[in-house]
């Protein structure tokens, strides 16, 4: 298969991946990293979900998004790996950095003479701290069975012609609680970004892509949301002294490609070896 033109980004931020789960668009991810070359890419937490990691499912599409991240490195991208709650095992190895992979809890970037303050977002969550995590685990595997039965839903919806449903979507939007607390998220993050004179904040965490200016006491700030690699497919993208959401379409991705994999050039030993040991110890 002919190698596709690759867009050049300055940076792209992917968070919520969760590779690992069942829910995980994994196929369509590979996809979209062999469309771009970007010079920073932020792997903005829950990249790995090791709260439901299982031996038994790691299909060999969840293992070619790491080989593309790889790849990617080996061409030169930057890459920051920002740890979040579902990969909080990384956690012990803040602040290490092997080639260009550099892996730390929060990253200030300088663009075009402007900040961004790129964190996860957990920590504003009180569901994912101390005795809770239990049920927010718990929770977690609940989501990922809704997941799943709304992948089969929507296969016999697209079958019968009609449009596919996001079931854990509607509850999100449906659910007064839910809004109210995702715009407190916002509202947070936007507060201490001001505080701290930073002109962009970037989460992830709470699976809502957004871009938004917030403004208060007369000072504004950029808020950003990357969204998730489960329900929105989407990632933010910084070009030409811009941020854009990038939002995926299944039909950008040939048939193809849903069961073949390009290989992918050759990644250094050592690297390899040190991004396998910090996922075999953190599980």
Not at 73 to 96: C, P, W
């Amino acid at each position: 298969m002919q190698s596709q033109q690759k867009r050049s980004l300055e940076v792209c931020v992917l968070s919520d991946i969760h590779l690992g789960t069942f829910g995980c668009h994994a196929l369509e991810l590979v996809h979209y990293l062999k469309s771009i070359q970007p010079r920073i890419l932020v792997l903005n937490g829950d990249i790995i979900d090791i709260w439901q990691f299982k031996k038994k499912y790691f299909p060999a599409a969840h293992m070619q998004v790491i080989r593309e991240i790889l790849s990617l490195m080996e061409q030169g991208t930057l890459v920051y790996y920002i740890t979040g709650n579902h990969d909080e095992a990384f956690r012990k190895y803040s602040g290490i950095q092997v080639g260009n992979l550099i892996l730390d809890d929060k990253l200030v970037l300088e663009l075009d003479g402007r900040k961004a303050w790129i964190f996860h977002g957990d920590v504003f969550d009180a569901t994912t701290q101390g005795s809770a995590k239990i049920i927010a685990k718990l929770g977690g595997k609940g989501y990922d069975l809704l997941i799943w039965l709304n992948h089969w839903t929507n296969k016999i919806l697209t079958a019968m012609g009609k449009e596919k449903r996001s079931f854990s979507k509607q509850i999100k939007n449906g659910v007064k609680k839910a809004v109210a607390w995702i715009e407190d998220f916002e509202a947070t993050a936007a507060d201490l970004a001001l505080e701290k004179n930073f002109d962009y904040v970037i989460c992830g965490h709470i699976h809502q892509p957004q871009k938004k200016e917030i403004t208060k006491n007369g000072k504004t700030v950029t808020y950003l949301n990357s969204g998730d690699w489960i329900e929105n497919l989407t990632s933010l993208e910084y070009s030409k002294n811009n941020w854009t959401i990038y939002q995926y379409e299944q039909r950008q991705m040939k048939a193809k490609e849903h069961f073949e994999f390009p290989s992918t050039p050759k990644i250094p030993d050592v690297l390899t070896e040190k991004v396998a040991f910090w996922i075999q110890s953190a599980l």
